[in-house]
């Protein structure tokens, strides 16, 4: 079965510093990895993805993460964080369904909050 | 596009009621899966449709059930309801072109269910 570990509960950062939120994986397969971020009373928001190819994956708001298949690693990074990034991140990995043409079950970790401050 | 859309937003039952909870998706995505989100268990997996039919299935007991129509609008329902099932249900759609894998599931804002 798929896992996802997300290690750090809280991630605390100035604003203008870089930042990592960090995952890691387990998969019999080919990795499929996501990011979501998640605001207050809000739903999930789709942030990256990596499925195959380069290992930097760049995505939403200025987010790219660094998939490591020898680490088993996607972590998260942004080089100058906003408070606005304050928020709930999860990783995620896409469950390794054999029937192609449908959408199978995402994986998620336990979410890692990010607070940035002034 | 239109995002994904949940209706209602907000519910509060008592137990032993049961509720229904819907789901618009994208235009054009077929696929539909339903999440349960709770600060203890976290995000876990409900079930998940496409075309009109249940292709995969979390581990919740039988009083968790859903459906999809015609249009790829969804529905799930939660019978006798128990306090534990407190959470916010989250949808979230998928447009399955080319293999399902590599989709990208795009969420609804979700339902916030307190069961009191």
């Known amino acids: 079965a798929q896992s996802v570990a997300q290690p750090e509960d809280q991630v605390n950062v100035a604003e203008g510093n870089p930042l990592t939120v960090k995952c890691t994986y387990s998969v019999s397969g080919n990795p499929y990895l996501f990011w979501y971020v998640q605001y207050p009373n809000r739903g999930l928001q789709f942030l990256l993805k990596y499925i195959t190819g380069d290992n930097l994956v760049k995505g939403s708001y200025g987010f790219e993460a660094e998939f490591n298949k020898s680490q088993t690693s996607f972590h998260l990074k942004k080089p100058s964080a906003l408070v606005s990034d304050s928020a709930l991140y999860f990783c995620?990995?896409?469950?390794?369904?054999?029937?192609?043409?449908?959408?199978?079950?995402?994986?998620f970790g336990t979410g890692t909050r990010l607070q940035v401050t002034l | 596009k239109a995002g994904v859309t949940q209706t209602p937003r907000y519910l509060i039952k008592t137990r032993g009621q049961q509720v229904t909870l819907s789901c618009s998706p994208i235009s054009g995505h077929r696929s539909v899966s339903w999440y349960q989100q709770t600060p203890g268990q976290g995000l876990q997996f409900l079930f998940e449709?496409?075309?009109?039919?249940?292709?995969n299935k979390g581990n919740f007991p039988g009083r968790f059930s859903g459906r999809q129509f015609s249009n790829s609008r969804s529905e799930m329902n939660v019978s006798t309801l128990e306090l534990g099932d407190s959470a916010l249900y989250l949808c979230?759609?998928?447009?399955?072109?080319?293999?399902?894998?590599?989709?990208?599931?795009?969420f609804g804002p979700g339902t916030r269910l307190t069961v009191l």
């Open positions: 979230a759609s998928s447009p399955t072109r080319g293999g399902g894998r590599t989709d990208t599931q795009y």
């Open positions: 449709y496409f075309s009109e039919t249940q292709r």
């Open positions: 995620a990995v896409r469950d390794q369904s054999p029937e192609a043409g449908t959408a199978s079950k995402l994986t």
